[in-house]
């Protein structure tokens, strides 16, 4: 089956800019997560879908990071403006039902390379 | 609070050598464990789980994990290493209010040497 596609896989802009990072999850995944990666520290969550609507948005800095997810299938998120902290690998990832991370297998994008100057 | 601590950001074993790579955890109930690998230019995809049960825990690749509630340890284990396990390894505990999040370590990156 294909898998979880992201894009773009890298990205480089200037503080203050904004970016837009797509993901497409596997086909039939009810919920949708986002992750960011920042070098040297785990996968910390930012946002998480159960089909289009939010279950989980509390570690989301939500005056500059928003996302959605239309018609529960892909979901773009955005940052604006940008800042130096926010250089970071953003993964996507998907499972097939509703249980959470916890309950279900997850299947992780490759994800996008931020770099912000 | 939730949180895992992963023993030595890089470890380095030669092919055929044992791979031990270490998690340690705390959890205010009792936890799902999960380790994750990711190669290069590839996503996580998930190695192994332990929910309840059996605490040996074995999976993908040849690896497995023995969960020690008295250590509140989780570490990984590989009898014999090859050149293709080479990965970034993380371990994860389930966050707090039920099984719905993942708190994941900061990693551990494994070398294999020929």
């Known amino acids: 089956e294909a898998g979880v596609a992201q894009s773009p896989r890298y990205k480089i802009i200037e503080k203050r800019q904004s970016v837009a990072f797509w993901c497409n999850p596997i086909s039939g995944h009810a919920t949708l997560y986002w992750y960011q990666q920042i070098l040297g520290q785990g996968p910390k969550l930012l946002i998480q879908?159960?089909?289009?609507?939010?279950?989980?948005d509390s570690q989301l800095p939500k005056d500059r990071f928003s996302a959605e997810r239309l018609k529960g299938v892909d979901s773009t998120l955005k940052i604006q403006p940008a800042k130096l902290e926010d250089s970071a690998v953003y993964l996507c990832?998907?499972?097939f039902g509703t249980g959470g991370a916890g309950n279900e297998k997850l299947f992780f994008g490759s994800g996008t390379q931020l770099s912000v100057l | 609070a939730q949180s895992v601590t992963q023993l030595g950001s890089h470890v380095s074993v030669s092919e055929g050598a044992l791979v031990l790579l270490r998690c340690n955890y705390s959890s205010s109930v009792p936890p799902y464990l999960f380790w994750y690998v990711q190669y290069p230019n590839q996503g996580l995809q998930l190695l192994l789980k332990?929910?309840?049960?059996?605490?040996l825990v074995k999976g993908i690749n040849g690896f497995e994990a023995e969960f020690k509630k008295s250590e509140t340890s989780f570490h990984l284990t590989k009898p014999s290493a090859h050149m293709s396990d080479a990965a970034e390894y993380f371990c994860?505990?389930?966050?707090?209010?039920?099984?719905?999040?993942?708190?994941f370590g900061a990693g551990t990156r494994l070398a294999v040497h020929p």
């Open positions: 332990y929910t309840t049960g059996a605490t």
């Open positions: 994860a505990v389930t966050g707090s209010g039920g099984y719905n999040k993942l708190i």
């Open positions: 990832a998907s499972s």
């Open positions: 879908f159960q089909n289009n609507g939010v279950v989980d």
